[in-house]
């Protein structure tokens, strides 16, 4: 997407004709300044991916370290998660309204300084504040990264410069648990926030480099700062009610955030129906194909996120795994994502898109199940290899195809805003299942800690994640049946540049076609109808 929050309206860079369009103005891949470009992108993007990828590994070491329960774990995911997911749409937004390239350095400094405040913290309560603040950075890079790149380069090498900014992006992803795992045991956990410092330096450094871009228009449009409000505070009352209910607060102090929750998201709802420029235009939802291909979302990536977050404990508590070996025992799933998903965006072309949103999910649920065979004593390629890979196998199917259905279920003009709620979809599943999963399975306080309650724990939670990415399956058999032919017509819409950022979002994907994707199609009849469905 162009934006992870508005439609795409600018394809070039500084001196931009109407619309914000100036594709023979960019910047070259193959100058030095492209390289610039490119380099600054790849590491702003990389700083949120790093810390994504190595949270989940530290938290065992955090707990010990920091003495905390279950519950302070589960908020330091989730207050990063809470920011990112409720700003999300509204950080492209300001990037499209102030400038790209200045949205991106205020994220930079931001995100830095927030994450040297989590290196220092001295107890979970400051870890978990600092982490709030880290999510506010993270919402105005996570859409920034690639709106530079869109908007830099000229037209005719969009579509690589792309490629090359996915590609360096899954390397990031990839070498991730390494340097993770390796800070951890090494220097200590406060390393894997620290190191965001001079990460940081080295953008603002490239970034002197990059050319500023802007909607045109975009300054006209007032800010849902409003419906972003609403939005944190209905995921943050959840939250607090699933957290608390699996602590040790008493009912009411567990049910009447929950309540407050549901009363801020129905607000929202009304509130976005009621602005003339909502944050969520609930319109998309008219679409049947878009509703459905979100329900998979929130399904697909909540099973994802509940075993990312209880796979490396389960490792590191009951198998004994230091912090390395428990970043890379996953890696096998990143490097099957890169090697197969654009295969299998093309798959779904040449067949459409229903059989790959059915046996993927499938596939990874199989992967789930299969990792009730990682018990105390397990061997790692006995049993917790074949896990992972199939696991990896399946999302490897799913992904591409995903992105692709909610690109293909709206107007072309409004595939940035799809893509950027489809993203926005999947951060929020992520942070509801960290809440809740605990509470399901039945692990509280320090539970965690100990390998025979945890190992029971970590059961029932590869078995629900693998109901859920059943129930996704299912959705897709029932509802996502759009036709091959009809699927091959929608030239315009059909993304052509299949990027992979990570496992815990849907790729992020350009909002227009790619350079080089000349003559756009207008959408078919069938095509038509199946979006008014």
Known sequence: MASAAQEPAAEGSGGEGPGGENPDGGVALASARGRW????????????????????????????????????LQWVVNAYMLTLSALLLLGGALGDRIGRRRTLVIGVVWFAAAS???????????????????????????????????????????????????????????????????L???????WIFLINVPLAAL???????????????????????????????????????LIGASGDASKTAALLPGLGGLAAGAAFV?????????????????????????????CLYAAI????????????????????QAGTA?????????????????????????????????????????????????????????????????????????????LASVDAGRAGLASGVNNTAARVAQMLVVAALPLAVGLSGTAYADPHALNAAFGKAAAGCAGLFVLAAATAAVFIRPRPAAWHEDAGNTPRCRSHLGVSAPP??????????KGRVRPSSRVRRARKE
């Open 270 to 298: 009304v509130v976005e129906h009621r602005r003339r420029n909502p944050m969520l235009p609930l319109s998309l939802f008219r679409s049947r194909l878009f509703s459905a291909a979100n329900v998979m979302t929130l």
């Open 330 to 406: 996953s890696l096998p799933i990143t490097v099957l994502m890169l090697l197969l998903s654009a295969a299998a965006g093309d798959l779904s072309r040449r067949v459409g898109p229903t059989l790959p949103l059915v046996a993927g999910p499938l596939i990874a649920g199989a992967g789930a199940l299969l990792m009730l065979r990682i018990e105390p004593g397990a061997s790692y390629v006995t049993e917790v290899l074949p896990a992972v890979v199939v696991l990896g196998l399946g999302m490897s199917l799913f992904v591409a195809p995903l992105t692709a259905t909610v």
């Open 508 to 517: 992020l994907e350009p909002g227009k076609a790619c350079a080089g994707d």
């Open 203 to 241: 953008v603002l450094f490239a970034v002197r480099h990059v050319p500023e871009s802007r909607a045109e228009g975009a300054a006209d449009k007032p800010f849902d700062v409003t419906g972003a409000c609403l939005a944190a505070l209905f995921l943050a009352g959840i939250s607090f009610s």
């Open 116 to 182: 040297a405040l989590c290196g220092i913290a001295q107890d979970a309560g400051m870890l978990i504040a600092a982490r709030a603040l880290q999510g506010i950075g993270g919402a105005l890079l996570t859409p920034g990264s690639l709106a530079l790149v869109r908007t830099s380069f000229r037209s005719q090498d969009q579509a690589r410069a792309v490629g090359a900014w996915s590609g360096l992006g899954g390397v990031a992803g990839a070498v991730g648990p390494f340097l993770g795992g390796w």
């Open 37 to 72: 470009v490119l380099a600054c992108a790849v590491l702003a993007s990389g700083m949120a991916m790093l810390d994504g990828t190595v949270v989940n590994v530290a938290l065992p070491t955090l707990g010990r370290e920091l003495d905390a329960s279950i519950g302070s």
């Open 184 to 190: 951890i045991d090494g220097p200590g956990w406060r």
């Open 305 to 324: 996120g509940g075993l990312l977050f209880m796979l490396p404990v389960q490792l590191q508590t009951t198998l004994g795994y230091d912090a390395l």
